[in-house]
């Protein structure tokens, strides 16, 4: 009985320890248009590429878009062709909200 129980053990945690590098945790995202600062030149400009830091903080904060995007203040910047062509380049398509 020891010895069964002693396999089915090993069996779960050998389980688990398969499996664990296929769960993905949640990282609660605060969503702050100042992190999107670093894409502010790309927006504005057609001819500025954005940077490997604006498409970083872009990525974070992509489950923060559909609200900025109802905001009246910063849909002029996420909602436009500048904006939506960062967005393409970063590979982060925008929302249907």
Known sequence: ????????LVIAMMLTL???NQIQVSVAVTCSPVQLAPC?????SSSTPPSNACCSRL???KP???GYMKDPT????VNTPNGKKV???CDVPL???
């Open 1 to 8: 009985m020891k010895t069964a129980y002693t396999s089915l």
């Open 18 to 20: 398969l499996f664990s």
């Open 40 to 44: 502010l030149g790309a927006i504005m």
């Open 59 to 61: 990525k974070e904060q």
């Open 64 to 66: 923060c878009l559909c």
């Open 74 to 77: 910063l849909k002029q910047y």
């Open 87 to 89: 967005a393409n380049t």
């Open 95 to 97: 929302p249907n909200c």
